[in-house]
Structure formats: C-alpha cells, structure tokens
C-alpha cells in the first residue's frame, strides 16, 4: 500500500508563494518518479511538475520560471513544489503524484495518487 499525505494549500493574493509538500511511504520501493497535477472543474487533470530518480525536472509552460520542484535529500521521499509570483489562473486542486515499478513487471509504471490539496490565488 502507498500513502501519500499532502499539505500546504491555501488561499494567497496573487504575486504571493506557497509551497506544497507530499510524503511518500509505504511500499514505495521501485518509485521512479514524483510529481504535481491540478485540475479545476470541467477540465482534464494536467501535469504541473515531474521530478524523477536522476533530478531531471520538467514544468508545464505556464510554470516555468515560477515553480520549483524538488524532493529531500536524505531519502528522496518528499516532494515539493515552491510556487512563486502566483496567478489566479494557477488555482486548481493540485494532486501528488508518484511512479512506482509494477513488482510482476518492472517494465509498467503505476500511478498513485495524493488526495489533492486547494490551491487559491485571489486577484
């Protein structure tokens, strides 16, 4: 079982930060990867920020230069997104996402979920 366990989230003005952290436990051997999605009422769930097991990053393009995604240095279990110069149009519910090698096929990845934390930018 894997658990992943939000927080963060909140109401800021817009120009304002946040920082949103994710711990990752339980059978979590074989994660490749950590990310962000959000989604908001009537769209698709869109990929905000992926960080994988070499620190390769990669941002959705109405983020790049503001986010920062990053993981802990000791047991890489945690994941974080520092959002800078925030927009209205960033707010969404904003969900972690992990990667984890199917243990009868380490070929597939499985996609576990957080259960998604509000994120609001006032204007």
């Known amino acids: 079982q894997v658990r992943l366990v939000e927080s963060g989230g909140g109401l800021v003005q817009s120009g304002g930060s946040l920082r949103l952290s994710c711990a990752a436990s339980?059978?979590?051997?074989?994660?490749?990867?950590m990310g962000w999605y959000r989604q908001v009422p009537g769209k698709e769930r869109e990929m905000v920020a992926i960080?994988?097991?070499?620190?390769?990053?990669?941002y959705v393009d109405s983020v790049q230069g503001r986010f920062t995604i990053s993981r802990d240095d000791a047991k890489n279990t945690t994941v974080y997104l520092q959002m800078n110069r925030l927009k209205p149009e960033d707010t969404a519910v904003y969900y972690c996402?992990?990667?984890?090698?199917?243990?009868?096929?380490?070929?597939?990845?499985?996609?576990?979920w957080g259960q998604g934390t509000q994120v609001t930018v006032s204007s």
């Open positions: 996402n992990v990667r984890i090698e199917r243990r009868t096929d380490r070929s597939k990845l499985d996609p576990y």
């Open positions: 960080i994988n097991n070499s620190d390769n990053t990669k």
């Open positions: 339980g059978n979590i051997s074989g994660m490749t990867a």
